[in-house]
């Protein structure tokens, strides 16, 4: 719709905002190209404390019998009368936000119209490929739109090889090294964390297996399975009972169990098979809290030993018993809520 306006009494054709009624208005917005387009000034003030401000100064300069104008200029007509139609509606169609989204950012950045601000966030969010993500990168830092960005990190990091290669890259290598510089940053932190994140997730595991096999230890030397009993007593019959529940940790132990007993070697002759349930049954007694005489051998020794060692006890043994201890609390927690564990082979047993 047209219609001629002399609001400001110029001889300019003003547009009305589409879909709105533009009787009453009091505001003309002057475009690139110079085409205007006329608004409410209540409307427009109470969307925007930059718009209300321009309009006051533009009301102090105004001549008698002119209208307030303010020039919103830079970007084309279309997108300001989308950002008008916004402010009028509160909707923007998707067609107007593929079209325009970086000029409607930009606008309503510019004049704080938080509302738009976010949905243009989230649609041009969904637009980031390998050939614009450099663009909306740079844009996402001009406005301040930290979703935006991390849409475009999120793609940067997952298909970097592919934004390296386009021209938006080059050119961002040319013209804005800082920003080179934060991204490249940005992707080496992003590669040490998910390092950090794969270490921290081995460990854990490490520390997993360590308390089934303490688990495994104590139900062996308390209860017996399959082919070892408590030193007390002998094998229970485990045909009635199935198969044990974790059976390829416990079979493990109870092998080295079995070699320890029969080995010429053992721990001082350089056995390292001994050594290894030498350092479980070790581990055993620092995180064990039996207060009655422990079934697990050599616990007691160990605890007797360990009271007067605790001095000069290493710092690594320590974590290590820390780390065993927390993982036996994780494993706590989360067996309340294993329907099944699944069977698999320890290295600490093996
Ligand atoms: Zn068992
Ligand atoms: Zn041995
Ligand atoms: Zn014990």
């Known amino acids: 719709m ?30 690139s190209g110079g085409r205007c387009i006329a608004a409410h000034f209540h409307v427009l003030a109470s969307a925007s404390t930059v718009l209300e401000k321009q309009l006051e100064r533009s009301e102090k300069r105004r001549t008698s019998g002119g209208g307030r104008t303010i020039r919103i200029l830079g970007v084309p007509c279309d997108a300001v009368s989308a950002f008008l139609s916004f402010i009028y509606t509160s909707r923007c169609s998707a067609e107007e936000m593929e079209r325009y989204g970086v000029h409607l950012l930009v606008l309503s950045h510019v004049y704080c119209v938080g509302r738009l601000k976010r949905e243009c966030e989230r649609g041009l969010a969904g637009m980031v490929t390998v050939e614009s993500v450099v663009d909306l990168v740079q844009l996402a830092r001009m406005c301040d ?3 935006l960005k991390m849409r475009c990190l999120k793609v940067l990091e997952g298909r970097f090889k592919e934004v390296e290669a386009t021209e938006g890259w080059k050119f961002l290598q040319a013209h804005d090294p800082f920003l080179e510089l934060e991204l490249l940053q940005f992707l080496d932190d992003a590669e040490s964390r998910k390092k950090r994140r794969m270490r921290s997730r081995e460990e854990q595991g490490l520390y997993m297996e360590l308390n089934e ?14 082919s070892v009993g408590p030193h007390d007593g002998s094998p229970p019959n485990q045909t009635k009972k199935g198969p044990c529940q974790r059976y390829s940790t416990c079979m493990g ?45 050599l616990c007691e020794q160990f605890k007797m030993k360990l009271s007067v060692e605790r001095k000069g006890e ?29 069977p698999h082979k320890s290295c600490w047993v093996g």
Do not use: N
């Open 2 to 31: 047209k219609f001629t306006e002399d609001l400001t009494g110029s001889q300019r054709t003003t547009e009305g905002i589409p879909g709105v009624d533009s009787s009453g208005a009091d505001v003309r917005i002057v475009t």
């Open 213 to 226: 096999a303490m688990e495994c230890l104590e139900h062996i030397c308390m209860e017996g399975c399959t």
């Open 145 to 147: 739109a930290a979703y």
């Open 314 to 342: 290493d710092g690594k043994w320590r974590l290590l018993v820390r780390k065993v201890v927390s993982a036996k609390a994780m494993s706590s927690l989360s067996q309340r809520e294993r329907v099944e564990l699944q």
């Open 253 to 297: 132990l109870q092998l080295l169990i079995r070699h320890f007993a029969t080995c010429g070697r053992k721990v001082h002759g350089g056995c390292s098979r001994c050594k290894r349930l030498w350092q479980l049954l070790r581990l055993h007694s620092s995180i064990c809290e039996r207060p009655e005489p422990c079934k697990v051998p």
